[in-house]
Structure formats: C-alpha cells, structure tokens
C-alpha cells in the first residue's frame, strides 16, 4: 500500500453517564450505590471521579447499582455521595489491517457553551509487552470557543488495527480531526 496522508473525522463526540450517588471504599476496585441505570455503563467507560487516577475503566457492569474498574481508588477513607462520570468511547481512527500509519497530529474544537475536558487514547490492539492502551492526552481542558491542537513535534505510530479513542466529560462536546499518514512501512 502507497502512503497517502488524510483525515480522521469523528463528529459531536462525547458520551455521558453522571450520578451523584456513588460510594467508594478504601482503595478500592468497586463502586457502589449508583443510583444509575446501569445499562448506560459500559465495560470500557472512562471513570471520572476525584477518586481515581485518569485512565481508570470500567471492567465489569453489576447487577444493579455497582461497577468494577481497573484500579483501585486513591481515597484513604470511604466516600458517599460522590458524583461519578463514566465517559463513553467514540472511536476516531483505526489504522488498517496488515499496515501502519502514523498520527501527525490533530485538532479537538468544544462545541459547547461551557468548558469541557477530553481524554485522547493510543489501543495497542496487539499487546505488546503487557499494556493495551495509554493516554496521549488526559483531562484537557478546552475553554468554549476554543479548540486543543496535538502538536505535530510528537507523532505517534499506529500498527495494523491500533486505534485512537476519545472521551469528553460533555455529551456531544466536541468535534475530532485527525491527520494521518497511512500506509507506512
């Protein structure tokens, strides 16, 4: 496959799921007492909470009124009543299948009123030395009116099935460009 450059689009991204409810032990794993349908939890939710470090996901969806996450809570004493963010994945890119590409950089516009924050993934999806995914860009604050730019000094290579996700703290907060160069060997 020859390289070619073009754009990843990914439009009005951002999927919220917010309570006021939840409890959190002493480090650790589960969340509790919701007060949420669970159904608009998935495995794989960003969780936003003071509570948790970012990069934190849900891993299990209870029966109920509880989540399961990939690491345990921070808190040196339990905590009730807490608002609790899961935010929904929108997938931006995915590198093809039997080739590599590489992100160049991109631009995330707020499409709203109000500031939001957003969260910018790398899913390894071949594993490699144990980690499945890492942060580029973890809680970004993007004022209204205004958009962040991935600088292009840093580019980042995708192999074949990679994908970059992103999560923003706003339903339907932001807009996704993304330049890619395909097709690298």
Known sequence: MAESFSNAIARATGIVSTTSSGAVGVTTNKITGL???TGLVAIGDLVINQHYRAG???????????VTVDRDSTNTAAATSQTVKFLGVTTAYTSPAATKSVLIGGTFANLTENNINIYVEVLDESGTAGVSSVLLASDVPIPTGSS????EAGKTVLEA??????YCDTATGVDVNLSILKGVS
């Open 35 to 37: 007060g949420l349908d």
């Open 56 to 66: 934190a996901k849900v891993t299990n969806v209870g029966s109920g009124t509880s």
């Open 148 to 151: 962040f730019v991935i600088s």
């Open 161 to 166: 099935t990679d994908k970059v996700l992103v």
